[in-house]
């Protein structure tokens, strides 16, 4: 167990529909990063957020977006969800960007 | 651009075997290295992490090694077990440009027979 909780564990929408994911830190930890895996792909960086702040971003568009909260809560948005867009969702915690990231144990998104 | 690949893809071997999965990375400016474990339709457990100026990491039955200077990494793992078959994936952090995020393999698929 890393602690790093996600929620839910499985989702399914539909084209054009909007979804909240939500990811709770382990203890003591400031940075979360999101990442989207696609079935048989490795983890793609989506963003990282450390003290509430956005500092650092991969090759996403603007619909994807997220917030960080004073507890280290987080959560991923997804605007106008695309049929692509079905992929596990990880979040990771750590205490700085170097250090061991903790990963949750995903959101399996399923987009029809 | 940092760019990593595993090697095999895919490993089958029967239990007890001594192993070693691979892992090879492009651009030598790495903060460090991490081995993760997935198990199908999970998430990521986190099984070493190798800083830069380190040469290898041991736990229990797993030892990494990282060599920066020729890009590559190996994973192994020593007298395996059933419970250890899954999906292994290393990642390295770069230390220049964007240092946020990971650099993923695609992994390596572990089945070990009993």
């Known amino acids: 167990e890393t602690g790093v909780t996600q929620s839910p564990t499985h989702l399914i929408k539909t084209r054009g529909q909007q979804v909240t994911l939500r990811c709770s830190s382990q203890?003591?930890?400031?940075?979360v990063s999101w990442y989207q895996q696609a079935l048989g792909q490795g983890p793609q960086f989506i963003f990282q957020y450390y003290r509430e702040e956005e500092n650092g971003r991969g090759n996403f568009p603007p619909r994807f977006s997220g917030l960080q909260f004073p507890n280290y809560s987080s959560e991923l948005n997804v605007n106008a969800l695309e049929l692509d867009d079905s992929a596990l969702y990880l979040c990771?915690?750590?205490?700085?960007?170097?250090?061991?990231?903790?990963f949750g144990p995903g959101t399996r998104l399923t987009v029809l | 651009k940092q760019e990593v690949t595993q090697i095999p893809a895919a490993l089958s071997v029967p239990e007890g075997e001594n192993l070693v999965l691979n892992c090879s990375f492009t651009?030598?400016?790495?903060?460090?290295l991490q081995w993760f474990r997935q198990d199908p339709g999970k998430g990521l457990t986190s099984l070493l992490l190798?800083?830069?100026s380190q040469r290898e990491q041991t736990s229990g039955r797993l030892n990494a090694s990282l060599d920066k200077s020729s890009g590559r990494s190996t994973l192994y793992i020593a007298a395996s077990q059933p419970g250890d078959s899954a999906t292994y994936l290393c990642?390295?952090?770069?230390?220049?440009?964007?240092?946020?995020?990971?650099?993923w393999g695609l992994g390596t698929s572990l089945a070990v027979n009993p």
């Open positions: 990771a915690s750590g205490g700085s960007s170097t250090d061991t990231q903790y």
């Open positions: 203890s003591g930890h400031n940075t």
């Open positions: 651009d030598s400016a790495i903060y460090n």
């Open positions: 190798i800083q830069s």
């Open positions: 990642a390295v952090r770069p230390s220049a440009g964007n240092n946020r995020k990971l650099i």
